[in-house]
């Protein structure tokens, strides 16, 4: 108990790493929700490994000497740059391509998947002064998040759930009915927009602060276990972010405790959430005609 104590106390060593898991675990489930009713997963596990690239490939053109941004933090800077550009490039190349249906979605995420992924790997072997952060990304250990880069987590995440949930019956709506969309007169294509940026934003920043293994786990787990075991909307979208929660807290208690890597934790948890459910779906209905 005295270090769940510590680690709730303001002057903790790391609270930002803390809140930071936190703040994902609400906010990354409410975007998983919307690959959940599109039925994107796939793109989910692909777009935090592309934007993993853009990361590398930032912290490549860093050590060649292209210095886009020259303040003390330039090197994490671009590195979010990169990140952002090759998101959101990569969402609306998808995105331009289903809508044009061209060959199967599936084929084209995973293309998508594998060469992000290879990629990743050259953009560090080439560049071995930026190796020990990009491992540290992939990893998933979530030690030390600086000041800055956890308040301007806070900061967008916070603008983006306030976002989300203002105009939630709208992005809702365009993911689950899209013709419905249409005859009720809603700028599908506005709010699609809107909905693949929020996306690519929550995912370059998530990647940037813990790393793509943590980010795939808190935007697809929590939604898929949610809709597994709830009826409705409102529920799916109150228990997603519940999971979330309660993962990103108890990981970080148990990585304390333990001085285990907080990421993998989680992501574990999370899959234990998920089993446990499966079990509860298979068990219930069996009590029932008894």
């Known amino acids: ?169 709208n992005f809702m709506l365009i993911s689950f009915d899209n013709d419905m969309a249409v005859a009720m007169g809603k700028k599908v294509i506005v709010w699609n927009i809107l909905l693949f940026l929020i996306i690519g934003i929550v995912i370059s920043f998530g990647v940037m602060a813990v790393g793509p293994m943590v980010i795939f786990g808190f935007l697809l787990l929590p939604a898929i276990t949610a809709k597994m075991i709830t009826r409705g909307i409102f529920p799916f979208c109150i228990i997603s972010s519940v999971i979330g929660v309660f993962a990103a807290f108890t990981g970080f208690y148990i990585s304390y405790r333990f001085d285990l890597p907080t990421g993998p934790i989680d992501i574990a948890l999370l899959g234990i959430i998920f089993f446990i459910s499966c079990l509860i779906k298979i068990v219930i209905p069996k009590n029932r005609t008894h």
């Open 1 to 169: 108990m005295d270090q769940l104590f510590e680690i709730i106390s303001p002057n903790f060593l790391l609270r930002n790493s803390f809140y930071a898991g936190l703040v994902i675990g609400l906010v990354c489930p409410q975007v998983g929700i919307f690959f959940v009713l599109r039925r994107m997963l796939l793109m989910g596990i692909a777009l935090p490994q592309v934007s993993n690239a853009g990361i590398t490939f930032a912290f490549l053109l860093h050590t060649l000497g292209w210095h886009f941004f020259p303040h003390v933090e330039s090197e994490k800077a671009m590195a979010l740059t990169g990140s952002i550009i090759f998101t959101l490039f990569a969402i609306f190349l998808l995105a331009i391509l289903e809508r044009k249906g061209k060959g199967f979605t599936e084929n084209r995420i995973g293309l998508t998947y594998a060469i992000a992924g290879a990629a990743s790997i050259l953009f560090v072997s080439w560049n071995p002064y930026g190796h020990s952060e990009a491992i540290s990304l992939l990893k998933g250990e979530i030690v030390t998040i600086p000041d800055v880069y956890f308040w301007s987590t806070l900061a967008i995440y916070g603008v983006i759930f306030i976002f989300l949930t203002g105009f939630h019956r």
